[in-house]
């Protein structure tokens, strides 16, 4: 463990003991770690500020459920992804409300929609209709880039069970991801 990461790891416990200098100093050095998550989940920087802030508030609220089951990064990452993934449905409920119900389109307008955003508009929708255990695999696994080990602690669940759900919510989001007209299961 480098000597940042101790340092966090530290801070977080002694924040989670009720010290309130170390929640302040935790979260003023995770903050950029933080948004840095949230925009891998939003295109809009804006909105991934947005959700930066709701897990900075959330990690303020339940440091003190911290455990230390497993290390406080994984933790800190589940709590950041699930709040990006909240502001997303937030987002898109608000927009459905305001255009009268009307859905979104099926695929982003590429002359209006970068092709990173729409590639990740795309795939927040697919993780929406997955399973949420497999969808948090996935996240986890694939967009927060932890090792099965730490996922299988994370989630108290086997590295077995980990790796099964990763396998199936992939399958599921090639499906869900593929262009129309093709199946998705194209040799890879």
């Known amino acids: 463990m480098d000597s940042r990461a ?3 790891e530290e801070l977080a416990h002694a924040a989670a003991a009720g010290d309130a200098t170390a929640l302040h100093a935790l979260l003023t050095v995770l903050r950029p770690d933080m948004l840095r998550i949230c925009a891998r989940f939003l295109p809009n920087r804006e909105d991934a500020e947005d959700a930066c802030q709701d ?3 959330a990690l303020t609220r339940s440091i003190g459920g911290f455990e230390g089951r497993s290390s406080f990064r994984t933790w800190l990452y589940r709590l950041t992804a699930n709040r990006a993934r909240s502001t997303y449905q ?3 409920g608000r927009f ?3 255009s ?3 859905p979104l389109p099926d695929r982003p307008d590429p002359r209006r929609t970068s ?9 927040l929708d697919a993780l929406e209709r997955l399973r949420p255990d497999l969808a948090e695999a996935v996240v986890l696994r694939d967009l927060l880039d932890l090792s099965y080990s730490d996922i299988a602690a994370l989630v108290a669940v086997p590295e077995g069970t980990v790796r099964s759900r990763i396998h199936h919510g992939r399958s599921q989001l090639r499906l869900r991801l593929a262009p129309p007209g093709e199946t998705g299961c194209a040799a890879g």
Do not use: H, Q, S
Request: hydrophobic share 60%.
């Open 115 to 123: 092709v990173v955003a729409g590639t990740r508009l795309d795939l």
């Open 96 to 98: 459905l409300a305001e």
């Open 6 to 8: 101790a340092e966090v």
């Open 55 to 57: 897990a900075l508030l």
């Open 90 to 92: 937030r987002l898109r």
């Open 100 to 102: 009268g119900g009307v």
